[in-house]
């Protein structure tokens, strides 16, 4: 079936250490997305990919870095910048056809 | 994006309909209304979207007022699994081309607790 897959679904980070957490899609949209949700809140926007080799900052994008390499994949790397990574991270994707946003069934971060 | 507001919480029975109003008064003429739901520790997922007339699928139906300042999705028959969290997020639709396809903006919800 055609979606999209986080990996892995729990993470665990040092303090001062860079992560990066992997977003794959087989749906063949160009668009993707990274969102965090911190508990009981919404989802804010981290970073954009409209198409491959650009990306753009969303609303929380300090601390955080992406790449665009290749139309499937949309990783996304939280360093030792970003001061409170625990967080549920989302992957989204579009095609700008019917519904906005597919997405993925998340990874929660944790800093041990 | 228009903002829209919503219950923070409901009740519905199992096996009742569920119905979850939204209110977004500043909705803008070629702004549709979408509705996503949010499994705990999931990602959300698509339900249904429409503009000014009414829309059905396999999964909800959504009544969208005719001035088009409130809509209401509705779970038919509901089950202990539609418990979840219900967006209601208004914005253009579109393709990616122009930025518009870029940003979800997601309130709080509606927390549906269906009850056996």
């Known amino acids: 079936d055609g979606g999209i897959t986080q990996s892995p679904k729990y993470l665990f980070r040092k303090e001062g250490q860079n992560v990066t957490l992997s977003c794959e899609q087989n749906?063949?949209?160009?668009?993707m997305y990274w969102y965090r949700q911190d508990p009981g809140q919404g989802l804010r926007l981290i970073y954009y990919?409209?198409?491959?080799?650009?990306?753009q900052k969303g609303d929380i994008a300090e601390g955080y870095s992406v790449s665009r390499e290749k139309k499937e994949s949309f990783p996304l790397t939280v360093t030792s910048a970003q001061k409170n990574p625990t967080a549920f991270y989302l992957c989204?994707?579009?095609?700008?056809?019917?519904?906005?946003?597919?997405f993925g069934d998340g990874t929660r971060l944790s800093i041990l | 994006d228009a903002k829209t507001t919503q219950p923070p919480s409901m009740d519905c029975a199992e096996g009742r309909a569920a119905n979850l109003p939204c209110n977004h008064s500043?909705?803008?003429?070629?702004?549709?209304v979408y509705w996503y739901r949010q499994i705990h520790s999931q990602g959300p997922q698509y339900i249904i979207h429409?503009?000014?007339n009414n829309e059905t699928n396999e999964m909800a139906s959504l009544i969208i007022t005719e001035d088009r300042k409130s809509s209401t999705l509705i779970l038919p028959h509901a089950t202990l699994r539609d418990t979840a969290v219900y967006y209601c997020?208004?914005?253009?639709?579109?393709?990616?081309?122009?930025?518009?396809?870029?940003?979800?903006?997601f309130g709080k919800g509606t927390l549906l607790t269906v009850n056996p």
């Open positions: 989204a994707s579009s095609s700008g056809q019917g519904p906005p946003q597919h």
């Open positions: 749906l063949n949209h160009d668009a």
């Open positions: 990919s409209q198409i491959v080799n650009d990306f």
């Open positions: 500043t909705i803008s003429g070629n702004e549709y």
């Open positions: 429409g503009l000014k």
């Open positions: 997020i208004v914005r253009v639709a579109g393709g990616n081309s122009g930025g518009s396809n870029y940003k979800l903006t």
